[in-house]
C-alpha cells in the first residue's frame, strides 16, 4: 500500500466521524434556520430569511446581544487583568508549585454546573456566605435586575481566570532572569523592568489567551443557564439562552437554529482573529 | 531564603483563598441541615454525613455517576483512538489537501454547542438514540476530537523522524512502527490528549441535557441541575452531590497536573 493510499485509510474514521456529528450538523442548521419548523404541531415549510427579518427586529433578541456583549467584554477584561497578576505572582514560587497550580487550575476544572450551583448557594440571601461577609444584609444578588449580571459575572472570571493567569505564568517562566538583572545594571526595577521587558514579551500570549477567551464567552450556555436561567427579567439572557429557550422549550426549531447561527457567525469571527494572531506571531518568531 | 518561604507561604495561602467556593461548597456538603438557613457561625457545631448518606442513598446520582463515567471514558477512548491514527497521517504520511485539513480542525474546536444542538438533536433521534449512552459518546467524542487530533499530530511532528526510519530499515511497516515506535513515544502527549477529552465529556452539560430524558442515560452535570427538592431546596444535598461532582477533576488537577498542564498549553498555543 502507497503511504498516500494509507494516509486517508487512517484518517477515514475520524474524518466520517467528524463529517457526521460535526461538519453535516453545522451546515444543516443553516438549513433549518430557513425553515418553519414546529414538530409539535407538525409545521414543517420555507421560511427563507423571514427569521432573520423578524430577529432584526426583535427586542428580545437586541436584548440577549446586548447582555452577550456586556458579558463578554467585562468578563475578558476583568480575566486578562487578574489572570496577569496571578502569573506575576506566581513566578516567583520556588516551594509547593504543584500545590499552587493544583489550587489554581482546581476552579478551571470543575465542571460549570458545580460552579454555578456553588454560586448559587454563595450568592443565597439568608444561606449565602457573601451576605454574611457583607454582616448579615439580605441582598438578593441573582433575584435583582441590577446585580444578576455583575453577578454571573464574578463567577464566570473566578471559574475561567486561570486559564489566563496559567498560560500567562508558563510564558513568564521562560524569560530568562539575565535579562532582568541587565536591566536592574541599567537602573530599571520594579515597574520600569515589567514595563521594558515583562510586557513586551507577555502580551502576544495574554493576546492569545484573551482571545480563546472572548470565543468561550460568546458561547457560554451552562453557568448562565443553571445559575439564573436568564432572568430576573431577561437581564442575564444572552443568545445562547435564547436559543436553547426557543429550541428546547418553545420548540421554534427552525427560529432557534436561526439565533445558533447568529452565534456561530460571531464566535467565527473571533476564530478567524484569533488565526491571524497566531500566524502573525509565527511569523514573527 | 526566609522572606522567600514567607512570600511561597503567602501566595499559596491566596491562591487557596481563591479556591474559597469550593472550600465553602464542601464545608456545607458536612454541615447540619439546621445551620444552614440563615447561616449564623461561620464554622458548623458539628460535622455529619447525611447529606452523603441522602445523595448516594436516595438519589439518582449514583446512576448518574456510573452513566458519567462510562460515557467519558468511552467518548475519551474513541476520539484518542481515531485521534492517534489521523494525527499520525497528518504528521507523517502525504496526505493532499493536509493544511487545509489542520485548518479545519482548528476551525472545528471553535464551533458552539448550541449551533449544532438542534440537528444533533433531530438526527439523534432520527437514529433512535435519543436518551441512550451512545448519542453522547458520540457526540462528545466529535467534539473533543479537533483537539485531540490537533494536539496528536504536534506531538507525534515532534518525535525525529529517524527513530522511525531506524525500525523500517529493520524491515517493519508503517502500521508496525506506528505501533512500536510512535505510539510508545508519543504516549506522554496521547495521555494529556485523553484527560482534556475526558474533562470535556464529564462537564459536558448542553448535548446531555438536551438528548438524555431519564435516568437511563443523565450524567452528573444534568442530575446536579436537576436535582429535586420537595419543600425547600436541599443545599446541604446539593453541596454532597457537587463535591461528588468534582471527585475526577480534583484527581486530575492533582495527580495528572503535568499532563494537563501540558496539554492546555499546547492546545491554547496551537504549537
Not at chain 1, 446585580?147 to 486561570?162: C, E, G, N, S
Not at chain 2, 526566609?2 to 483563598?17: C, E, K, P, T, Y
Not at chain 2, 442530575?223 to 468534582?246: K, Q, R, T
Request: proline share 6%; aromatic share 10%; glycine share 8%.
Amino acid at each position: 500500500m502507497t503511504d498516500r493510499r494509507l494516509g486517508w485509510l487512517l484518517l477515514a474514521p475520524a474524518l466520517a466521524l467528524l463529517g457526521g456529528l460535526t461538519i453535516y450538523p453545522a451546515v444543516w442548521v443553516i438549513w433549518l434556520s430557513l425553515q418553519y419548523r414546529i414538530p409539535v404541531f407538525s409545521i414543517s415549510r420555507w421560511a427563507g430569511l423571514a427569521h432573520y427579518a423578524f430577529l432584526a427586529v426583535d427586542t428580545r433578541f437586541w436584548n440577549a446581544a446586548a447582555v452577550t456583549a456586556v458579558f463578554t467584554v467585562a468578563s475578558v477584561a476583568l480575566e486578562g487583568g487578574l489572570g496577569l497578576a496571578m502569573a506575576l505572582g506566581l513566578r516567583g514560587q520556588r516551594h509547593g508549585r504543584r500545590a499552587a497550580v493544583a489550587l489554581l487550575l482546581l476552579a478551571w476544572a470543575l465542571p460549570s454546573v458545580v460552579t454555578a450551583k456553588m454560586f448559587e448557594w454563595l450568592y443565597h440571601p439568608a444561606g449565602g456566605l457573601v451576605n454574611f461577609l457583607l454582616g448579615g444584609r439580605p441582598v438578593n444578588w441573582l433575584g435583582d435586575p441590577a446585580l444578576a449580571l455583575p453577578a454571573l459575572i464574578v463567577a464566570d472570571v473566578w471559574r475561567t481566570t486561570p486559564f489566563v493567569a496559567l498560560l500567562c505564568y508558563a510564558r513568564l517562566l521562560t524569560i530568562p532572569g539575565e535579562l532582568y538583572e541587565a536591566a536592574e545594571v541599567d537602573g530599571a526595577a520594579g515597574v520600569q523592568a515589567f514595563a521594558r521587558i515583562t510586557w513586551p514579551l507577555v502580551r502576544p500570549i495574554l493576546l492569545v489567551a484573551l482571545l480563546f477567551r472572548t470565543l468561550d464567552a460568546l458561547r457560554a450556555f451552562d453557568l448562565m443557564f443553571v445559575l439564573t436561567g436568564g432572568g430576573p427579567a431577561g437581564t442575564t439572557e444572552t443568545l445562547t439562552v435564547y436559543a436553547y429557550r426557543a429550541l428546547f422549550q418553545t420548540l421554534q426549531v427552525g427560529f432557534g437554529s436561526a439565533i445558533g447561527v447568529v452565534v456561530f457567525a460571531l464566535v467565527m469571527v473571533v476564530a478567524v482573529a484569533y488565526l491571524r494572531m497566531i500566524h502573525r506571531q509565527e511569523a514573527s518568531v | 531564603m526566609r522572606s522567600g518561604r514567607l512570600r511561597d507561604g503567602l501566595v499559596l495561602a491566596a491562591l487557596a483563598l481563591y479556591a474559597l467556593p469550593f472550600f465553602w461548597q464542601a464545608l456545607t456538603s458536612v454541615r447540619p441541615d439546621a445551620e444552614l438557613l440563615p447561616l449564623s457561625h461561620l464554622l458548623p457545631s458539628r460535622l455529619t454525613a447525611v447529606h452523603y448518606e441522602v445523595v448516594l442513598r436516595q438519589s439518582l446520582m449514583p446512576r448518574a455517576l456510573l452513566n458519567s463515567l462510562g460515557i467519558a471514558l468511552s467518548s475519551t477512548l474513541l476520539a484518542v483512538a481515531l485521534g492517534a491514527l489521523a494525527g499520525y497521517a497528518l504528521a507523517r504520511l502525504p496526505v493532499p489537501g493536509r493544511g487545509m485539513i489542520l485548518l479545519g480542525m482548528i476551525a472545528a474546536t471553535a464551533f458552539p454547542q448550541i449551533a449544532t444542538v438542534s440537528p444533533l438533536y433531530l438526527l439523534m433521534r432520527a437514529l433512535g438514540l435519543r436518551d441512550t449512552w451512545l448519542a453522547l459518546i458520540l457526540a462528545n467524542a466529535s467534539f473533543a476530537l479537533p483537539l485531540v487530533i490537533w494536539l496528536l499530530a504536534g506531538f507525534i511532528r515532534e518525535i525525529p523522524r529517524a527513530l522511525e526510519e531506524a525500525a523500517s530499515v529493520d524491515g517493519a511497516g508503517r502500521l508496525a512502527s506506528l505501533r512500536f515506535v510512535v505510539l510508545p513515544l508519543v504516549a506522554p502527549g496521547m495521555a494529556s490528549a485523553a484527560l482534556l477529552a475526558f474533562l470535556f465529556s464529564w462537564n459536558e452539560f448542553l448535548f446531555a441535557y438536551s438528548f438524555t430524558a431519564t435516568e437511563a442515560s443523565r450524567t452528573v452535570p444534568v442530575a446536579l441541575a436537576l436535582f429535586p427538592g420537595v419543600f425547600e431546596v436541599p443545599w446541604g444535598d446539593i453541596a454532597a452531590a457537587s463535591l461528588l461532582a468534582s471527585l475526577p477533576p480534583i484527581l486530575i488537577v492533582v495527580a495528572f497536573q503535568r499532563y494537563l498542564v501540558r496539554g492546555l498549553l499546547a492546545g491554547a498555543l496551537r504549537e
